[in-house]
């Protein structure tokens, strides 16, 4: 046997021979250390990031809700005489989109407008109105005509304070050969469904709550029969899956966070946001004014800013 494996063998025999000595000492000795070592975990302190509270959790997931309370007739008139202020201020002939929109989204239509001769803003209508956590808002369509039948609906979501136009967003747009519909300052309101929203939602949380239907959550007929329960249509069962999905078993994850009435269609749109591991996920819950009551409930943020026909 060479020098160097005499050496190697002699290494590896010191160090078993140290291990099967502590192995022993801490067999022996085992209570006296578990003791030990429970005292100084005891004493230590841990850094404050690394705790996470239950309560401190929840918070994190809490949706601010929206005021559902209020004079209907009120907030209309409201929202028209916002409407009429963007309508005078606007002229068609001086096309002066600053008038009613934010200066970098007028910027943006008039270069839209201006990108073809004979194209032009012919006027302004309302597609509706309502109120979320930021304020009341309405969404106005800027109606683009030009030398063919189609007419171009820029739409902005518009927030206001009585006849102050506080800021817009751009929404969407589409084209159509007709003009979309406003909302008609004489037609009756209806029923708008806020007083009856909370109810219904809790109603919706009730039929999602049975124990068993989270394993089953992929079995469409079991939510299109919760669904027919509710008064919802069968396509509601996907939203009502991804509600069950989102929440966190006790759906205080979510809220309605705004809502928007309409006359075309005649509906009430309240959006629903469900907050799961800092995710805000979007539905949207209409109840029909003609009806008076709820019969959708569709995944994703609806409103006349999407929606071609409003």
Known sequence: MTKAKKWRLWRWGIALAIILILG??????????????????????????????????????????????????????????????????????????????????????????????????????????????????LYLSANRYQDTPTIWSYRYRIYYQGDRLLSSYYAGRFEDT????????????????????????????????RADLYEKINDRSLFVGIARQLGLDDASAAGLQEYLRRSNGKFNNSAITGYTITDAPRVTRFSLVVKKSGTRYPLTLSFDRNKSKFTQLRMGNVNPGNQKNG
């Open 178 to 209: 007709v003009q979309p519909q406003f909302i008609a300052p004489k037609v009756g309101l209806g029923t708008p469904g806020n007083a009856t929203a909370v109810n219904f939602l809790t109603q919706i949380k009730n039929g999602l709550s």
């Open 24 to 137: 022993t000492v801490g067999f022996v000795r085992r209570t006296q250390i578990a003791a030990g070592l429970s005292n100084w975990l005891t004493q230590q302190t841990i850094p404050f990031n690394w705790v996470v509270s239950p309560d401190a959790a929840a918070a994190q997931e809490t949706v601010k809700g929206v005021s559902l309370d209020g004079n209907d007739a009120k907030q209309r008139a409201s929202a028209l005489a916002a409407f009429s202020e963007a309508q005078q201020r606007f002229i068609v002939a001086d096309q002066n989109y600053t008038t009613f929109l934010a200066p970098a989204e007028a910027k943006r239509l008039k270069k839209w407008v201006t990108d073809k001769p004979y194209q032009y803003i012919s006027d302004l209508t309302l597609l509706g109105y309502g109120r979320d956590t930021q304020g009341d808002f």
